[in-house]
T-cell receptor, first 112, second 113 residues
Framework: KQEVTQIPAALSVPEGENLVLNCSFT??????LQWFRQDPGKGLTSLLL?????REQTSGRLNASLDKSSGRSTLYIAASQPGDSATYLC???????????FGKGTKLTVNP | DAGITQSPRYKITETGRQVTLMCHQT?????MFWYRQDLGHGLRLIYY???????DKGEVPDGYVVSRSKTENFPLTLESATRSQTSVYFC????????????FGPGTRLTVL
């Protein structure tokens, strides 16, 4: 059974800092790995999707990487801003399944 | 507007009552999903549908019923609500093709008294 873990559960950084959020998964037979952002009381916004054949994806100040052999994905946020404060969730689509398995998220606070 | 909408956004009901949460998407995505989000458990899949009239159970289906008579709608019914079903419910959709992104609705906050 796939398990997705995100550590730390919470992270606080000063504005302008570059930071990395971590995601690990137990079964490397995944179709893709998707990163989401969730603001308090809101739904999930898709940030980046990395297919199993890809190593990384970039969108603006965000860069997500995928290493299937080690069961890890990272989300790199450059030059963080207070508006980046949110909970970031990663989810893996298990091979042979239509289902996304979610981590419990990392709550990011960027302090002005 | 295009996208996924959920209704109601907030609902308070009593134990034993039937409640239906609505989900509507305008993209004609073939796949639709229902999740619940709870502190300590994260997001868990309740049911999903690959197409109209095709549904399947997720991780936590007990106490829930779904139907999908039209591609764009995927209602979730709690036949006899229990307090343990107090949660935030999210609907999601994606196109067919296992590599495609999943998109989420704004959620319904349900409280069962």
């Amino acid at each position: 059974k796939q398990e997705v873990t995100q550590i730390p559960a919470a992270l606080s950084v000063p504005e302008g800092e570059n930071l990395v959020l971590n995601c690990s998964f137990t079964d490397s037979a995944i179709y893709n790995l998707q990163w989401f952002r969730q603001d308090p009381g809101k739904g999930l916004t898709s940030l980046l999707l990395i297919q199993s054949s890809q190593r990384e994806q970039t969108s603006g100040r965000l860069n997500a990487s995928l290493d299937k052999s080690s069961g890890r994905s990272t989300l790199y946020i450059a030059a963080s801003q207070p508006g980046d404060s949110a909970t970031y969730l990663c989810a893996a689509t298990q091979g042979g399944s239509e289902k996304l398995v979610f981590g419990k998220g990392t709550k990011l606070t960027v302090n002005p | 507007d295009a996208g996924i909408t959920q209704s109601p956004r907030y609902k308070i009901t009593e134990t034993g009552r039937q409640v239906t949460l609505m989900c509507h998407q305008t993209w004609s995505h073939s796949y639709m999903f229902w999740y619940r989000q709870d502190l300590g458990h994260g997001l868990r899949l309740i049911y999903y549908s690959a197409a109209a009239d095709i549904t399947d159970k997720g991780e936590v289906p007990d106490g829930y019923v779904v139907s999908r008579s039209k591609t764009e709608n995927f209602p979730l019914t709690l036949e006899s609500a229990t307090r343990s079903q107090t949660s935030v419910y999210f609907c999601a959709s994606r196109t067919s093709g296992k590599y495609n992104e999943q998109f989420f609705g704004p959620g319904t906050r349900l409280t069962v008294l």
